[in-house]
């Protein structure tokens, strides 16, 4: 049975390991967020905001042509017809009715990839809130479209510019800025990661994928569960959001795709769950790359979204206790996958999600089986990426 | 064994001066150079932190400094190589300071037992969580006579300062203002009123004020409502490109103690 602790821990993974300067803010979430986010009047809100403003439900499509190439019958969950264009949307909608209920008037978030940056300057639009993204100098550069939606949204993007200058230190220039600002500041976390309950909170706002595909998946296939499911993860907020109604069901296996970069023991990869040690990052105990020393490691991948050196805790559960298992794929085959399903299924991947369309030629599944790859985003984010690789594939 | 600091509380309550600087800064083996510099210049206790990739609880200067240090090759066991001889050295109070994943890798006992070879009197660890602390860790640095000291915010609620006060063995360090270090310099009549309300509390440790204590006027201020102050990056900006470091240490501290 996979359960959250009292204390916010997955098995030995999870927990809020802050400074204290943190720690009324995070209280007060711990204290309130399961009463809050199940108010009949929340609920109503936030699946009015899913339906009518985000899409939802997304739909479940059958890949015939995916399916008739790997010999299975694979669905794909839409997550990228989603408003803004992934799944990151779920999570800020439920967030930003959080942070009203709180009195907050002011959100900051980190981002990686600009998705998530995205998905809260819309939300914060939307509801007329302040809205301080900050992003690493480096990420700014390869995800401009995404800074620029951010903008015209009237969010402010701060360039983080400290360690690596990537999503991992956008994450602790965002803790810091909530240090610095706490009592009008919510913190959106964009993952399934940081101290308890963020794990949790993010989980539970994504789990709508999960719920959706219960139905759609009886409704096609007469039966709730399917053989596997494939999500990319990150930090894991996808793949947290498609396994979570399946996680005590263990007929159904859950397929964590992780970023190899150039190779896993290229010295350029972000395959956490290989080359991590368990440790702590942004406040949660979990698997992490770093030295010996306790530094953390700057991971690479060419995705944004998995271009970080630690996995959410209920992953690192997952995976260290054999519930779910681990895949990696390189950047040439995520970029090999995402050519293959524009051109035999019309759908363009964003590059996260393209590593977990490759998984299906990295594990092994039976004909008869029924698969779901949560398709996480779309790709337009990554064209610039794609067109330097257009003559190649 | 001898824990230096609260033998040093036992005795003085008043104007204590304590200064925190990065371990491996500005050069990799400044650091004895550095401890001798402040106890000779009058440092009461000296705060020794140890660099870490992630300080979440730190502003720009202190994480710049750490990136340095780490990349002029300082890690635990070099730094513990560097103590090694230090109390043929000094006999002031020395506390190290780092996040809680460095003492995990490490090893927590190894760490601690460390410590005690080396003669650390203390430990400030900002993300170990207290409940932690005190069920896994409060024996084993109690068993060494190794001192603690959590820290507390504007923002910290009462029942927990008194939760502070009665797990923390070394000094409660009250963080001055709700800020990352380096931020802010000046203390405000609302600091004022908040360290007033911390020393009405009257409670057992003793209590040392830090963040954005940066000269002679803003330790002497916070010096009033507390058993002394803490400085840190005003600290580590002004060893930033200095060749000298134990006249450039020198200097610094005379600013602060002699009017």
Redesign the interface.
């Known amino acids: 049975m996979i359960q959250l602790s009292e ?1 916010g821990y997955y098995g030995s993974f999870g ?7 943190l ?2 803010n995070v209280k007060e979430l711990q204290e309130n967020y399961l009463s809050m986010i199940y108010a009949n009047d929340f609920q109503r809100e936030f699946h009015y905001l899913l339906k009518d403003y985000v899409g939802r439900p997304t739909p479940l499509y059958l890949a015939e042509n995916l399916s008739a190439k790997h010999n299975a019958t694979i669905y794909l969950k839409r997550e990228d017809l989603c408003h803004t264009g992934a799944h990151k949307i779920n999570n800020t909608i439920g967030q930003i009715l959080l942070a009203k209920k709180l009195n907050k008037k002011r959100i900051i978030a980190e981002t990686g990839a600009g998705q998530h940056g995205v998905a809260t300057a819309t939300v914060c639009a939307r509801m007329g809130l302040e809205c301080i993204i900050y992003m690493g100098a480096v990420d700014i550069k390869r995800q401009a479209p995404n800074v620029a939606r951010m903008k015209m949204l009237g969010a402010t993007v701060i360039s983080a510019t ?2 690596s200058q990537t999503l ?1 230190d956008a994450t ?1 220039e965002a ?2 800025d909530w ?5 009008d500041t919510h913190y959106i976390i964009g993952s399934v990661v940081g101290p308890h309950p963020y794990p949790d909170l993010v989980a539970r706002f994504q789990s709508v994928i999960s719920e959706e595909m219960k139905s759609q998946l009886l409704e096609a296939t007469g039966r709730e569960n399917p053989d596997l499911i494939i999500a990319c993860v990150g930090g894991g907020s996808n793949a947290a959001g498609a396994y979570y109604h399946y996680l005590n069901d263990l007929d159904v296996r859950l397929i964590a795709v992780e970023a190899a970069g150039e190779g896993v023991y290229s010295g350029k990869s972000a395959a956490t769950s290989i080359l991590g ?7 949660s105990r979990t698997l992490l790359m ?1 030295t ?5 490691v700057e991971p690479h991948s060419i995705s944004a979204g998995l271009d970080y050196p630690g996995i959410g805790p209920l992953h690192a559960h997952l995976i260290t206790t054999g519930r779910a298992e681990a895949v990696s794929v390189t950047d040439e085959n995520a970029l090999k996958a995402a050519f293959e399903l524009s051109r035999i299924e019309g759908i363009i991947p964003a590059l996260e999600t393209a590593h977990a369309i490759h998984a299906l030629e990295d594990i092994s599944f039976k004909s008869s089986d029924v698969i779901v790859i949560n398709l996480s985003g779309r790709g337009d984010k990554d064209l610039n990426t794609y067109m330097e690789y257009l003559d190649k594939y | 064994m001898l824990n230096r600091l609260t033998k040093w509380f036992e005795n003085n309550r008043e104007n204590l001066l304590t200064v925190y600087f990065t371990a491996g800064y500005p050069q990799l083996d400044d650091t004895e150079t550095i401890i001798c510099a402040l106890a000779e210049s009058g440092v009461n206790i000296i705060e020794i932190g140890i660099p870490y990739s992630d300080p979440l609880a730190d502003g720009p200067v202190i994480q710049e400094s750490g990136m340095a240090a780490i990349d002029n090759g300082m890690t635990l066991q070099v730094l513990f190589n560097q103590l090694a001889d230090i109390r043929t050295k000094t006999q002031v109070p020395l506390i190290l300071m780092g996040y809680f994943n460095q003492l995990l890798q490490y090893g927590v006992d190894k760490f601690l037992d460390d410590c005690v070879k080396t003669g650390i009197d203390g430990l400030i660890i900002p993300d170990l969580p207290l409940m932690e602390y005190e069920q896994f860790y409060k024996d084993k640095l109690t068993q060494r006579n190794i001192s603690i000291s959590f820290l507390i915010t504007p923002q910290t609620e009462e029942s927990r300062i008194h939760k502070v006060d009665a797990l923390s063995t070394g000094f409660i360090y009250v963080v001055s203002d709700s800020s990352i270090t380096g931020m802010k310099t000046g203390i405000s009549n609302q600091q004022i009123s908040y360290f007033e309300r911390i020393k009405s509390l009257q409670l057992k440790t003793p209590q040392l004020i830090g963040f954005g204590i940066s000269d002679r006027e803003s330790y002497l201020t916070a010096s009033k409502y507390a058993n002394g102050a803490i400085i840190g990056s005003a600290f580590i900006k002004h060893l930033k490109g200095k060749n000298e470091v134990d006249k450039a240490t020198a200097d610094f501290i005379n600013l602060i103690l002699k009017p």
Do not use: F, L, W
Not at chain 1, 15 to 21: D, K, L, S, T, V
């Open positions: 204390n927990g809020a390991y802050i400074p204290e300067m720690y009324p400290s360690g991992k602790n803790i810091r240090i610095n600002n706490p009592v040690t368990e440790g702590i990052i942004h406040g770093q010996s020393d306790g530094q953390i």
